[in-house]
């Protein structure tokens, strides 16, 4: 019998030990990967390619402010611009479903495609999208969470704004980082409110990366001092002020999350050492029969290195599996639209199981050193 | 034939390494659950304490929150005089048009910028609302660009003291007071006067109504009269139950609290397995003997299971005792909230119920965890037991 057989002999000796300790270090990790993906996530939302071209325009007061329609003509005067369209949060209710449904937004359709360049779309679906007033496009995910097809139609009911509008499906649209927006024309919506003459925001195009600074100042500056002072940012900053809001409970559910892997660590270490105590005896007979203790303190780290990072194996794989191929905000109600798993967290996740598995192996190790060959013999359990 | 409770109870003290890290374990499992528990309470308290049962509160139909409602002028020419409003001393009507604007403020420790929601009152607004009293400094003074900020947002939003200025609509207001609205969700709100807040955020009209019914029944006849009037698209119900259908942000709080909870229990399941299993190893002889001395399979089944309810009950009260610091402390937490996209501050909340709850998950971890291990200690031969070292 070789070394390693011995260890791997001695790891599955007690089968169902072995399989609990494996399961329980899986579960451990699994559950440190998901948080650490949802954090990472929540502090730093995914970004689009486009994005990178895109600036945003809100009021000063907050985004739940209006801006006046007028300004427009003078945004589009700014040098480096490409497009401008109004875009306006309707917040409307789909078929009664209170709570989270899925994002509404009334906007130029003629800049659509110049504005979000990364969306994909059959040529029809735009063109019909384009034509008329009443359509509306959609994107895939949401299409296929209700069931929807082209030439469907989709009734709105403001929670914001008084009124009840009616759509024609025209296309459904992919390839942008949250497939679940609706838009349609800024025109129709205006007509329904009876043109008051106010957009939610704007939102941009520039010409090229280095517009982008003297784009933002620009726009600033125009209209400070103004009835409607404005923030334009970047998409990216635009998005980033939303972590901000999420407040302390960022911090707060990052320590939650630390107490959990800290609890699932020590749970599974504890584990671990109960079958190397078990085995006192066998360890005092080694002993008598020549074996060093730092050779015996290797065959119980191997053993237990081992067990933990076949755990992790199957914790940390298990989790990258389900967040790379399985529907993500099916699975989440929505709530998150990809959980990346990056290699910092693999290595992280990986980290920690290695540590388990040394830690696991320590307190035994210093009792079986500490043991006289005697006494370990004596040891009945 | 059942075996003494005082055997079980001594027998999870007889290994105890593995008893005191697998308490340990199951302790923080239900740390963790009760103080997402608790904030999830505190969070659904808050609304729930805002609510007071004289009130009717006015919002158009279809809004979700007063934040998006819209109340005209004109419409409010049409309820103000209406019978069934309680009146003052002076015959005037008991009634608020709140003005409702989201205003995005830098924080203090200058981490970014989140939304606070500034109500704009009018003067018997704080008369409707009994709940909110001044703890620092004066009430506003119309036209002068005056505002009172909550004690509980004080300390999150740069210049929240008194004579503090921050400039928003163009306009430099100053804090000169200090409310506490005792943990309502006025607590993460700043007020000033209505008709001023109308003027500087340029709304034309105002976002909420709130009147003060003369009496119970005044108050349901003045829903229906409101409610009948085709002419107003606006809905009237009472404070309280408006305040408590606004509990989505407690939803993500719960799924989270409720996820951590069943990933983290499945581990704490296998460690109080791997105990019991060493536990029922461990004492296969003595088993054997009481088999001989008569006790049935059923007794020593229930026996192994009572001592796996102990060993987590006994975690499940360390962690219910590690979760109470938090409310106890009084210590606030600030969120966004899904209704109002405003931040929402709270307080955790423990409450006996909650305890309960806890000690009950507890117990079911440990009934799970002991179930096979304990099924096997029934099922040992009796000889073969007998024999074993």
């Given at each position: 019998m070789t070394i390693g057989t011995f260890i791997l002999k001695n790891a599955m000796r007690n089968k169902r030990r072995a399989t609990l300790s494996i399961l329980s270090v899986a579960v451990s990790l699994f559950l440190l990967v998901t948080l650490l993906v949802a954090l990472r996530e929540l502090t730093l939302p995914p970004e689009d390619i486009?994005?990178?071209l895109r600036v945003v325009v809100r009021s000063k007061i907050s985004i739940a402010n209006l801006l006046p329609a007028k300004q427009r003509p003078i945004i589009e005067r700014v040098?480096?611009?490409?497009a401008v369209s109004p875009f306006t949060w309707f917040g409307g209710t789909y078929k009664?479903?209170?709570?989270?449904t899925f994002g509404q937004f009334a906007m130029d359709a003629s800049k659509f495609r110049t504005i979000f360049g990364d969306s994909k779309m059959p040529e029809e679906q735009f063109e019909a999208f384009q034509k008329d007033m009443r359509a509306c496009i959609i994107g895939k995910l949401t299409a296929e969470k209700y069931h929807l097809k082209i030439g469907d139609r989709i009734t709105l009911v403001g929670t914001i704004y008084p009124v009840t509008l009616e759509f024609n499906l025209a296309g459904i649209y992919s390839g942008?980082?949250?497939?679940r927006n609706m838009f349609f024309h800024h025109k129709y919506f205006d007509e329904a409110m009876g043109d008051?003459?106010?957009?939610?925001m704007w939102w941009l195009k520039v010409r090229s990366a280095e517009d982008m600074p003297q784009v933002i100042t620009t726009i600033n500056n125009t209209f400070a001092n103004s009835s409607a002072e404005v923030r334009a940012e970047t998409e990216r900053a635009f998005q980033l002020s939303f972590t901000s809001m999420w407040g302390n409970i960022k911090l707060f559910v990052g320590a939650i999350c630390t107490v959990v892997v800290f609890t699932l660590i020590l749970v599974s270490a504890s584990t671990m050492s109960m079958s190397i105590r078990e085995r006192f005896r066998e360890l005092a007979v080694l002993k008598a029969l020549g074996f060093r203790r730092r050779e015996l303190f290797a065959f119980i780290l191997a053993e237990s290195f081992a067990l933990a990072m076949f755990g992790a194996l199957i914790g940390v794989g298990g989790a990258y599996l389900l967040y790379t191929f399985g529907s993500v905000s099916k699975m989440t109600n929505g709530i998150f639209i990809t959980l990346e798993v990056t290699p910092k967290i693999i290595g992280t996740a990986i980290t920690v199981a290695a540590g388990l598995g040394i830690a696991a192996s320590i307190m035994p190790s210093i009792s079986v050193a500490k043991t006289s060959v005697v006494e370990g013999l004596k040891t009945l359990d | 034939m059942a075996l003494p409770i005082t055997y079980n109870i001594r027998n999870v003290f007889v290994r105890w390494r593995a008893t005191v890290a697998t308490i340990a374990g199951i302790a923080l499992v239900v740390a963790v659950y009760m103080i997402m528990q608790t904030m999830a309470e505190g969070l659904e308290k808050s609304s729930q304490n805002t609510?007071?049962?004289?009130n009717i509160m006015i919002v158009r139909?279809?809004?979700?929150?007063e934040s998006s409602s819209q109340v005209t002028r004109a419409q409010l020419k049409e309820f103000?005089?209406?019978?069934?409003i309680a009146r003052d001393a002076k015959g005037q009507p008991l009634l608020s048009a709140d003005v409702v604007v989201l205003v995005s403020l830098p924080r203090r420790d200058g981490s970014g910028e989140a939304n606070v929601l500034v109500r704009g009152v009018s003067p018997v607004g704080m008369d409707l609302r009994p709940q909110v009293s001044l703890v620092e400094g004066r009430w506003f003074t119309p036209g002068k660009r005056e505002v009172v900020v909550s004690r509980r947002l004080s300390p999150r939003f740069?210049?929240?003291?008194?004579g503090g200025k921050f400039r928003t609509g163009g306009k430099e207001l100053t804090v000169v007071g200090i409310l506490d609205g005792?943990?309502?969700?006025?607590?993460?709100e700043v007020w000033m006067d209505a008709d001023e807040s109308r003027s500087i955020f340029d709304r034309?009209?105002?976002?909420s109504v709130l009147v003060r019914a003369k009496d119970d029944a005044a108050g349901k006849e003045f829903v229906k009269r409101i409610e009948s009037d085709k002419r107003l698209p606006l809905l009237a119900l009472s404070e309280v139950e408006y305040y408590a259908a606004?509990?989505?942000?407690a939803m993500p709080i719960k799924f989270l609290g409720n996820f951590l909870a069943m990933a983290m229990s499945v581990g704490a399941i296998f460690a109080a397995m791997n105990t019991m299993y060493a536990s029922v190893g461990s004492r296969t002889r003595e088993i054997g003997t009481l088999r001989v001395l008569g006790y049935r399979r059923r007794s020593i089944l229930i026996s192994f299971l009572l001592e796996g309810a102990f060993l987590s009950l006994v975690g499940g009260v360390i962690g219910c005792l590690l979760a109470l610091p938090l409310p106890l402390l009084g210590y606030s937490i600030g969120t966004l909230n899904f209704e109002t996209w405003g931040e929402t501050v709270f307080q955790f909340r423990m409450t006996p119920m909650l305890a309960v709850k806890g000690l009950a998950f507890s117990v079911i971890v440990g009934v799970l965890g002991s179930l096979l291990p304990s099924i096997r200690a029934a099922r040992l031969p009796v000889i073969a037991a007998l024999k074993s070292l």
């Open positions: 486009g994005a990178a040098p480096g611009v490409e009664n479903e209170g709570g989270l942008t980082i949250d497939d008051m003459g106010q957009v939610g | 609510g007071d049962p004289r139909k279809g809004s979700t929150a103000n005089y209406l019978p069934q740069a210049n929240f003291e008194i005792s943990s309502s969700a006025f607590d993460s034309e009209n105002y976002s606004q509990t989505k942000t």
